[in-house]
Structure formats: structure tokens, C-alpha cells
């Protein structure tokens, strides 16, 4: 698949989370899956309330309290821009429940990812990145994977931005996309 494939995959999902810790790849994914998909493309940190990327670049983490605007806000995009892919890291079922809530044909690629690889991608990010390695060990802390919930599939952040794309893509489009792929 190249940059410019758009692929006609049978999804009966109208927008696309793609979430995770940080480091998993939530951005990068997100911009293949919505190139591929022909869609469009929102980059749930640039959201943020100018005093949670304060928070979070004096290594704060974020409370529940500083997530809801924000996801009500992400919420009110899936719903407004449908077709589109969003990344954000909906790290909690409560904060994936809020997004399905404001946009029901909603389905999510978790990007699953261990804690070492997670803070050496993060570690390795430009100083001007609004989330420091410092707050890796919060997100996993935070974390309620997404296994079994309807609409996820996961794949493995470990693999090459090509495999995660095609993965996401076979899974999403199987009559049954709960599954994890191999």
C-alpha cells in the first residue's frame, strides 16, 4: 500500500479512533489509516485546553477532570466530520463510552504497546512535544485496555507503520472485528 491507496474497506464505522499510551504510534497510525481510508484526519492532542498542555508539559498528569471537555469536544468532531480518524488516547472505558455516546458509529484501533518501548519512543520525541517520558508511568497507571469491548480491534505497536496499517485495515473490515490480530 502506498501513501496515495485509498483502500474501499467495508467498515460500518463512520469515524475511527486510534488510541493507546503514549508512544504507541496513536499519530502516525492515524494519519496512515485516514489516507488510506480517504479521510479525514484530527489530532486529538492539538484539543487540548491551553491548561492541560500546561499541565502536561510540567509533567502533571491529567485528571478526569481535565479529560471531559476535551473528549466532549473530540466527541462533537467524530460526530460533525464523519468520515474521519481521530487519535486520542481514551485511555479509560469511561472516556471511550463519552466519545461512542456523541458519535455511535464509532470503532477503535488500540495500539497495544509495552512500558519500555512506549517511554524510548517517547524519550526520543523533539523537546517541543507536549507530553514528557515522565508521565509514561501515569498512562499506563491510567490504562484500562479496551479488550472485549465492540468496535476494538488491537494491533501490535511493535510492528512496522505498513504491517499496523494493513492490520487495522483486514481487522476492521472482518464480519467479526473484535479480534486481535496474530
Known amino acids: 500500500m502506498t501513501s496515495t491507496t485509498v483502500?474501499?474497506?467495508?467498515?460500518?464505522?463512520?469515524?475511527?479512533?486510534?488510541?493507546?499510551v503514549a508512544g504507541c504510534g496513536k499519530t502516525s497510525v492515524g494519519e496512515a489509516l485516514?489516507?488510506?481510508?480517504?479521510?479525514?484526519?484530527?489530532?486529538?492532542?492539538?484539543?487540548h485546553a491551553?491548561?492541560?498542555?500546561?499541565?502536561?508539559?510540567?509533567?502533571?498528569?491529567?485528571?478526569?477532570?481535565?479529560?471531559?471537555?476535551w473528549l466532549d469536544r473530540l466527541g462533537q468532531m467524530l460526530a460533525d466530520q464523519a468520515p474521519v480518524v481521530l487519535s486520542c488516547s481514551a485511555l479509560k472505558r469511561a472516556y471511550r463510552?463519552?466519545?461512542?455516546?456523541?458519535?455511535?458509529?464509532?470503532?477503535?484501533?488500540?495500539?497495544?504497546?509495552?512500558?519500555?518501548?512506549?517511554?524510548?519512543?517517547?524519550a526520543a520525541?523533539?523537546?517541543?512535544?507536549?507530553?514528557?517520558?515522565?508521565?509514561?508511568?501515569?498512562?499506563?497507571?491510567t490504562l484500562e485496555p479496551p479488550i472485549?469491548?465492540?468496535?476494538?480491534?488491537t494491533v501490535?505497536?511493535?510492528l512496522s507503520l505498513h504491517e499496523q496499517v494493513e492490520?487495522?485495515?483486514?481487522?476492521l473490515a472482518s464480519p467479526n472485528n473484535q479480534e486481535t490480530a496474530p
Open 97 to 122: 463510552d463519552r466519545l461512542r455516546a456523541a458519535c455511535p458509529s464509532l470503532a477503535f484501533v488500540y495500539m497495544d504497546i509495552d512500558k519500555p518501548l512506549a517511554l524510548q519512543r517517547v
Open 125 to 141: 520525541r523533539a523537546a517541543a512535544h507536549i507530553f514528557p517520558a515522565s508521565l509514561v508511568d501515569s498512562q499506563f497507571a
Open 7 to 20: 483502500i474501499a474497506a467495508p467498515l460500518s464505522a463512520r469515524a475511527l479512533v486510534v488510541m493507546g
Open 148 to 153: 472485549g469491548e465492540p468496535g476494538v480491534v
Open 50 to 69: 491551553p491548561a492541560s498542555i500546561a499541565k502536561m508539559q510540567a509533567g502533571q498528569a491529567l485528571t478526569d477532570d481535565d479529560r471531559w471537555g
Open 156 to 158: 501490535p505497536a511493535a
Open 167 to 171: 492490520r487495522a485495515l483486514a481487522l
Open 34 to 47: 485516514a489516507r488510506a481510508l480517504g479521510w479525514a484526519f484530527i489530532e486529538g492532542d492539538a484539543h
